[in-house]
Nanobody, 114 residues
Framework: QVQLVESGGGLVQPGGSLRLSCTAS????????MAWFRQGPGKQREWVAS???????SSLDSVKGRFTISRDNAKNTMYLQMNSLKPEDTAVYYC??????WGWGQGTQVTVST
């Protein structure tokens, strides 16, 4: 049974930065394309960025140039470096396989506000 644990969220002012982490236990993390998703207030969960096992990345147009996804397979951990944060980035951020095949973790809240 895979467990996903997200961390690193918080309250930040517009223009600020946060680094999210996602740790997976109980499975072979390294072979899967992993992704970050987010769910803003009153919105559906959406894909934010993904990274293949060979470190190829892709991301939502609205976060390009601001968010960077990375992974450390030796630690079964994935990261999301978020810079130049905007109020519209406010959401609960989740990680999962790109096909969302694992159970969801509790997520980590990111709030961008003055």
């Amino acid at each position: 049974q895979v467990q996903l644990v997200e961390s690193g969220g918080g309250l930040v002012q517009p223009g600020g930065s946060l680094r999210l982490s996602c740790t997976a236990s109980g499975s072979i993390f390294s072979i899967y394309t992993m992704a970050w998703f987010r769910q803003g207030p009153g919105k559906q969960r959406e894909w934010v960025a993904s990274i293949t096992r060979t470190q190829m990345t892709s991301s939502l147009d609205s976060v390009k140039g601001r968010f960077t996804i990375s992974r450390d397979n030796a630690k079964n951990t994935m990261y999301l470096q978020m810079n130049s944060l905007k109020p519209e980035d406010t959401a609960v951020y989740y990680c999962n396989r790109i096909d969302q095949a694992w159970g969801w973790g509790q997520g980590t809240q990111v709030t961008v506000s003055t």
